[in-house]
T-cell receptor, first 114, second 114 residues
Framework: GAVVSQHPSRVICKSGTSVKIECRSL??????MFWYRQFPKQSLMLMAT?????????EQGVEKDKFLINHASLTLSTLTVTSAHPEDSSFYIC??????????FGPGTRLTVL | GQQVMQIPQYQHVQEGEDFTTYCNSS?????IQWYKQRPGGHPVFLIQ?????EVKKQKRLTFQFGEAKKNSSLHITATQTTDVGTYFC??????????????FGQGTILTVHP
C-alpha cells in the first residue's frame, strides 16, 4: 500500500517551454502532498506544500509564479515549471501523506532544460 | 528556522564493517524520521522515533533518539552491499507537525566496498 506515482519520469525540453509533472497517490487519499527539488548528491529541498482545493504554500525563495501547483483532487497534484531555463534542471520529487507524519515519495522526475 | 544537521556527508566502508550516521537539531524535536534513498531512486521511509531515549531495531539497523530529543543516530551493523545509498534524517518542519512538513538533514552517502 501507500504507492505514489509520478509522471513523466524523465523530460527534456527547450528553454522557454513549460513542463507539467503529475503526482498521484494510487491507493490512498492524500491529505497533503509535497514537492521537493533535489540536486545531485544533495538533500531534498522542500518547494511547496499542497492541499486539495486550496492554494499551495510555498517555501521562502520559491517563486510561485514560476512553479505552479494545482491540487485538483485527493489523489492528484501537479507541478508546472513555467518558462523553464537550464538552471531549473533538477530532480523533482513529490510525496504524499494521509494524516500521519510519514511521507510516501514518488519515483521522481528528472528535468533537463536545454 | 529549524535546522537539522547530519554527519558525516560521506562514508566509505568495507563490507562487514559497521556504519553510523548522526543527526542534530537546533531545537527539540517532537519526532524524527529516517529515510533511505538508493542511487537513482527515491526516499523510502525507514522509521519514526517519538519518545525521549527511544531505541528501535530493524534487523541490522539500530535507531536512537536522544534524551533531549535533539539528536538521533542510525547504526548499521556488518554492512552489506545492499545498504548502499543515502540516509536522511528528517524532523518536523516549520508549521508544526499538523502540517506534516519535514526538514531533511543533508544526508549521509554510504558506499560499501565488497
Amino acid at each position: 500500500g501507500a504507492v505514489v506515482s509520478q509522471h513523466p519520469s524523465r523530460v527534456i525540453c527547450k528553454s522557454g517551454t513549460s513542463v507539467k509533472i503529475e503526482c498521484r497517490s494510487l491507493d490512498f487519499q492524500a491529505t497533503t502532498m509535497f514537492w521537493y527539488r533535489q540536486f545531485p548528491k544533495q538533500s531534498l529541498m522542500l518547494m511547496a506544500t499542497s492541499n486539495e482545493g486550496s492554494k499551495a504554500t510555498y517555501e521562502q525563495g520559491v517563486e510561485k509564479d514560476k512553479f505552479l501547483i494545482n491540487h485538483a483532487s485527493l489523489t492528484l497534484s501537479t507541478l508546472t515549471v513555467t518558462s523553464a531555463h537550464p538552471e531549473d534542471s533538477s530532480f523533482y520529487i513529490c510525496s504524499a501523506t494521509y494524516g500521519g507524519n510519514e511521507q510516501f515519495f514518488g519515483p521522481g522526475t528528472r528535468l533537463t532544460v536545454l | 528556522g529549524q535546522q537539522v544537521m547530519q554527519i558525516p556527508q560521506y562514508q566509505h566502508v568495507q563490507e562487514g564493517e559497521d556504519f553510523t550516521t548522526y543527526c542534530n537539531s537546533s531545537t527539540t524535536l517532537s519526532n524524527i524520521q529516517w529515510y533511505k534513498q538508493r542511487p537513482g531512486g527515491h526516499p523510502v521511509f525507514l522509521i519514526q522515533l517519538v519518545k525521549s531515549g527511544e531505541v528501535k531495531k530493524q534487523k541490522r539497523l539500530t535507531f536512537q533518539f536522544g534524551e533531549a530529543k535533539k539528536n538521533s543516530s542510525l547504526h548499521i551493523t556488518a554492512t552489506q552491499t545492499t545498504d548502499v545509498g543515502t540516509y536522511f534524517c528528517a524532523g518536523p518542519g516549520a508549521g508544526g507537525t499538523s502540517y506534516g512538513k519535514l526538514t531533511f538533514g543533508q544526508g549521509t552517502i554510504l558506499t560499501v566496498h565488497p
